[in-house]
């Protein structure tokens, strides 16, 4: 553009000159020149733009004449030359023509620039969405896809807040899953979410919000725009992404259309890695009891053999089993299971191991958990089940406890808790046992 101002001013001294371009090429160009803007005081550049068509103005202000020529290539208009011909000097019809050319030769070079530009930023959009396409298929931890969706996101679209979010009929508030930005885990980022959660719930579609409004504290940083892609699977809401930046329409529609490509992936990738921790919980869940399967139980004292320092191992037998089943029917006895693994998980800590060791036995390891206190939980677990339990049950337990100090194993840990349990069978029931069966506990 700087050789087409070059020539003019050679050719025409007198005259000077100036590129209205369209709102379009004026974004997206480093081309130096005017936003072309389409009102009443511009009616001849409209036109011309319009039309593609040279036309002509006279100010009365400074009698000067004006001639618009289109700046037209194989594809479209991006703009006007404008050229002022100053105190009334006219234009021969020859450097029209000249002009004319001139006009058309920038006109096919912003339009070659745009397809450049257009090429490269569709390159660089395939390139994102290769490079996410291999990252999601690459079988990561659940947070670990969307760590790295939430980057790149943010690298790619210069976003503040990303956000992934699980959803359903059943569920009062979404889950806020692990790689959405810290905003997200505030109080004040409720009201973007509910709000969101409301216009999905009326209809599935993606939403993008050039300015909005949301009633916030005023000590609250306000977002404007915002991106919204749900995640569908069939016909039903499972959750959605939403990406937020402070500043009013600060996202394009290209940069919404690539987010939705991108959301869709995640949606695939999303679902298989639910898939595998279902049945990863599956594996290591019994059906029944929900607690751990025996086999989670044996690598997790395993493991604190390890690398802890002790740990307290309890072993559950409900009395008299048989007869429940015998006088309720096994649908009760089921029941009681249940009641007994419910009261299990309501005494031990999110580190603590409660299992299905097998039929009516239960267990539960404690790591780094001393013996007697160990005892102190059987014992409150054991009280909780003879007062609460419907039919009423009793429960005898048998706890083993290891330490560094001396040699053991995991056998030996489960052994010494067998034989704890059974002297606590055979001496009344309804009763703590500790290994070594001589230091009883009722």
Same mark, same amino acid.
């Given at each position: 553009?700087? $050789?087409? &101002? ?41 036109? *011309?733009?319009?039309?593609? +068509?040279?036309? @002509? ?11 618009? *020529?289109? !700046? ?6 991006? =703009? ?8 009334? !000097? ?7 023509? &000249?002009?004319?050319?001139?006009? =058309? ?19 660089? $959009? ?21 760590? &790295? ?8 679209? @210069? ?6 979010? !699980?959803?359903?009929? $059943?569920? #009062? ?17 409720? %009201? ?35 991106? #919204?892609?749900?995640? #569908? ?11 937020? /930046?402070?500043?009013? @329409?600060?996202?394009? &529609? +290209? %940069?919404?259309?690539? !987010?939705?490509?991108? #959301? ?22 019994? /059906?029944? %009891? ?5 086999? @989670? ?62 039929? +009516? $036995? ?15 939980? *059987? ?43 059974? /002297? ?19």
């Amino acid at each position: 553009m700087s $050789e087409l &101002f070059v020539i003019l001013k050679e050719e025409y001294p007198n005259f000077s000159y100036d590129l209205l371009l369209s709102q379009s090429t004026y974004k997206h160009s480093d081309v130096l020149g005017i936003d072309l803007e389409y009102d009443s005081e511009n009616i001849a550049a409209t036109n *011309a733009y319009l039309t593609g +068509e040279i036309q @002509y103005e006279f100010s009365h202000t400074d009698n000067s004449k004006i001639l618009y *020529a289109p !700046l037209k290539g194989k594809q479209g208009i991006y =703009g006007v030359l404008q050229i002022i011909a100053p105190h009334s !000097l006219d234009v021969p019809i020859k450097e029209v023509e &000249f002009m004319t050319f001139l006009a =058309g030769s920038a006109g096919s070079a912003l339009e070659n620039a745009q397809l450049y530009q257009q090429s490269r930023k569709t390159i660089l $959009e395939l390139q994102l969405i290769n490079e996410t396409t291999y990252r999601l298929n690459s079988n990561l931890p659940l947070a670990d896809t969307l760590s &790295f969706m939430a980057e790149q996101i943010k690298s790619s679209f @210069y976003a503040q807040e990303v956000g992934f979010f !699980l959803d359903s009929e $059943e569920r #009062v508030k979404v889950k806020i899953l692990p790689g959405s930005t810290p905003f997200f885990f505030l109080t004040t980022a409720q %009201t973007y979410i509910d709000y969101i959660k409301g216009k999905l719930k009326k209809e599935n579609d993606p939403l993008l919000f050039g300015d909005i409004s949301l009633p916030l504290s005023n000590q609250s940083k306000c977002y404007h725009s915002i991106m #919204v892609v749900p995640v #569908v699977l069939g016909k039903n809401l499972k959750g959605f992404s939403m990406i937020m /930046h402070e500043k009013p @329409y600060f996202f394009s &529609f +290209e %940069t919404f259309q690539l !987010l939705q490509t991108l #959301v869709h992936q995640l949606s695939l990738s999303l679902t298989n890695s639910m898939l595998r921790e279902e049945l990863k919980k599956l594996v290591t869940t019994d /059906h029944l %009891t929900k607690l751990h399967s025996r086999n @989670y139980l044996d690598e997790k004292i395993q493991s604190s053999m390890k690398k802890d320092n002790e740990g307290t191992f309890i072993l559950i037998d409900i009395d008299n089993f048989k007869e429940i089943n015998d006088s309720y029917g096994h649908q009760i006895g089921d029941e009681v299971l249940i009641q007994v693994a419910n009261f299990i998980k309501g005494n031990i800590r999110g580190k603590d191991v409660g299992a299905r060791w097998g039929g +009516e $036995e239960l267990a539960i390891y404690l790591p780094n958990v001393p013996l007697d206190e160990g005892v102190a939980i *059987a014992q409150k677990i054991g009280a909780k089940v003879s007062e609460n339990s419907v039919p009423h049950i009793t429960v005898s337990c048998g706890v083993s406890h290891w330490n560094k100090e001396k040699p053991d194993t995991d056998r030996y840990l489960f052994k010494r808790a067998d034989e704890a349990l059974y /002297h606590a069978k055979g001496t009344g029931k309804n009763k703590v046992v500790t290994q070594g069966a001589n230091s009883k506990v009722s």
